[in-house]
C-alpha cells in the first residue's frame, strides 16, 4: 500500500499488511509472552514502561519527524508527542492507585461473602485513527499493559511513519517489544485482527465500527467504540461575545477541525447574532494556512483525499440548498500537492443540509439562530454520543440550558469538551480487566438448600 | 401462538404476538410517560414501585398459580415470588445509596473540573428466558424504573402466563402501568423490540443474542447480554465428600438443571474418586420427581420440549462413544403428558461428547477424574463466562486452583455461585444510565490555545 503524504501529495512512503498466517502467528506469540507479563509485579510493569518512556525520548525528534510527515502539520504534532511521552508518569501513577486499592463489594444476601479480583484481557487490539495518530495509539496502549495485557496497534494506513520509531524504541528492551506490537494494513486487517483478539478497541467512523461489530459478534467477543458524534456549541443571549467567539473557532479549527471532539456547528441567540457573526468571522479571517512554511499559520493540510472530497461535495449541497459563506471558500485549496480548508462561516443554513446531518471533521461552522433553547434540544443534529459548548453569562444559566441538551458531555463557557482529548482517566483501566467474583466460605447449606 | 402446559402436554393457553405497528404505539407512549416518570424525585419513583409491591402482594396466591403452571414445578416457584416481593425494598434502599451519593471523578488535567450526570436511557426492552420467569422479568425492571427509564419485557414464549398478574396489578396503578409493560410474542418480536428501544438488555442462549446483536449493530443501539457459560465442580483429594456431594448435586440438579447458572460437570481428583462417586450416585436416587404430586419431589418437568430432544441427543450420544450411566436413566421420562430427567451421572466421560461442550441446563452430571489440577485449566469446557465451585480441606488450597482456573465467578467449598442468582447488586444501576460530564468554569483560555 503506498501512502501519501499530505503537504506533498507525492507517494513517499509504502506500508506493507500482513498475511493472514503472519498476523497470526503474531497474536500466538503475544498471547505467549503475555502469560509471564500478566505474572510480573505491576513496579515490574511501571518500571518496563519507563524504561520504554526513556528510550523514546532519546528519539524524540524521530518521531516528530515523522509524526510531521504522517499528519503535515507540526503544532499539533509537538502536543502528541509531549503528550505521550508525560503521560507515561501519569499512567504509573493512576495504576498505583487503581491496583493497590481493591474494589469492595458487599452482597445484599448476608451470608455471601464476597471477594473481587481482576484478570487481564490477554491480547487486546487497537484500531486508531488518522486524527490524532500518536495520541490515539498511545492512549489505550498504556494502561492496557499495565494490566498486564498484551497489545496490538493497528494505526489508520493513512498516518504509518510514526510507528516505525515506536517499534525502534523496543530494540533493547524486549521486555516490552514482546507484549507491544504495531502492524499496518487496511480494513481486512481490521477485520482479522478483530477475528483473533480477546477485545478490540476501536476509535474511528460508525460504518467501519460496524463492520467490527459484524464480525466480533460471532466470537461474541468484547468491543469498545469510541466513535464520533455532532458537537455544538450554544450561545446565549448572556454570553461574552469575545470570549465565545475564540474559543469556538478554537474548537473548530484546531487540528483544521480533525478531532472527533471539533465543534460542527453554532446555534446563537438571534438577539446578538450580528455582533457574534462580525466577531467570528473577523476571527476566522485572521488564521493562516501552515503553507509554505510549516512553522507559520494555524491550519494545515487535510490529512485523507477522501475527506478532501466530503468537504467540497458538503459545501457545494450547502451552497446549492441556500447557504452564504461569510469567511472561507467555496472548497479546498490546492497548494504545493496538498489541500488545505479555511476555517469556513455559513450563514442561511437549513436542515436539508448534509453539513448539519454528516460528522464532516473540518473548520466548516454553520451559524445558526435561535430565539428560545427549547428549540435547539428539538434538533436532528443532537445526539446522545455527541458533545455541547455552552455559552452564558452565567453558570446557572449555562446549567439550565445542559439539563435540556440530551448529550454525553458538556462544557459550559469553554471548549473543554474539546480538549478532554488528552485526558487520562482512572475508569480506563477497566476496560481491560475482566471481573472475577470469588464467594469465599458461604453458609449455603444452612439453609436446607443441598440435596 | 399456543402454549403448552409442561406437566398436561396439553396447548391450554393461547398468547397473541403484536403487529408491528401496535409495538410501535406502545414504545411510543413509554416514551411519552418516560418524560414525567424521569422527572419525578426518587422518592415518587420508590412510593410508586411500593404501591406496586402492596398490590402484587394482593395477587400473590393467583401470580404463584399462573407461574407454576408455567414452569410445572411449585417449590422454585415459591422462592421466585418471594424474591420479587422482597426485592423490592432492597431495590429501594439501594437505589438511595446510588443516587443520593453523587459520583465524584477528578481529572489529572489541573484546570478542568469535572461534574458527573446520569441520564437514564428511555425505553429499555428486556428479552428474558423460561428457566426462572418471573425472577428474571424483573430482575432488571425494578432498577430500571428507580433509575427513570420505562420498561417493556417480552418474557419466554414458553412461560407467559404469570405476566397476565402482573399487569393485572397495574389496574389501579396508572403511574406504574404507563411506564411498564409486558408483551408477548416469538423471536420476531424480539428483533422489532431491539429496533425501537433505546436499549436491549438480554437473558438467554447464544444463537439468540447474536440474532439481537445483529439488529442492534444497525442503529449502533446498546445491547446487554447475560448468556449461559459451563459452570464446573473441582474437587480436590482432601475435600469433605459429604459436603461436595451434597452441594454439588443441588448445583446441577435444582430446578431440574434448568438454571445458567447450574453445574454441568464435576472434576474429581484420582485419589478420592470411588468414595466421591458412591456417596453421589447414593444421594441422587433418592431424589424423586415432583409426579404425580406436584408437593412431593425435588425433580420438576422440563420446561421446554426442544430441551427434552436435546437432553435426549446428548445422552444417546455420550453413550454411543462409551459413557456409562451409574444413576439415572438413558433419556426423559414421559410422564402424565410431562417429560422429567432424572439426576444423571455419567463415567467414563470423553471430551469428545457434546455433553462437555453444550451448555445441557439439565440435571446430567458426568463425573471426570484429574490427578494434578493443572490438566483442568486446559479443558475446552472452561471459558471465561462459565462459574467454578471448588471443593478442597483448606481455603488457601481452593483458592490457589481458583488462580489458575479462568472463569467469571468463582465459590470455595460451596455451590454459592448457583445461589447468586437472586443477588441484588447496587452496579445494577449502571446498566440502566448514561453518563453525562459536565465541564465547568474552566480556564482553557489561560493555555493560549484559543485564536
Known sequence: MNVKNPRTGEFDYEIFPLSNEELKNIIIDLREAQGEWKNQTLQFRIDTLKAWQKALEEQKESLIEALTIDTGRKLETLIEVDFLLNSVDEWCDLAKVFFENPV??????????????????????MVTPSTFPLFYAILDAIPALLSGCAVIVKPSELTPRFTEVLVNSFTELPQIGDIFSFINGGAETVLELTKLCDKICFTGANNSAKDILRVANESLNPVDLELGGKN?????????IERATSAILWGSAFNAGQSCNSIESVYVHRNIYHQFLSRLVGKANLLEFTFPNIENGQIGPVISEKQVEKINELLADAINKGAVIKAGNRECEALGGGYYCRPTVLINVTPSMKLLKEEHLAPLLPVITFFNVDEIAQINEINFEGSVAI??????????????INVQRVSINDVAISALLPEINIERFNKFLKKKTLLINNQLEKSNWWY
Chains 1, 2 share one sequence.
Not at 469492595?104 to 487490539?125: A, C, D, M, R, W
Not at 455559552?391 to 435540556?404: M, R, T, V, Y
Open 104 to 125: 469492595k463489594e458487599v452482597s445484599t444476601i448476608p451470608s455471601l461473602n464476597k471477594e473481587i479480583q481482576f484478570v487481564p484481557y490477554q491480547v487486546i487490539g
Open 232 to 240: 455544538i456549541a450554544i450561545v446565549s443571549e448572556t454570553a461574552e
Open 391 to 404: 455559552f452564558a453569562g452565567g453558570e446557572q444559566e449555562a446549567l439550565q440550558i445542559a439539563e435540556k
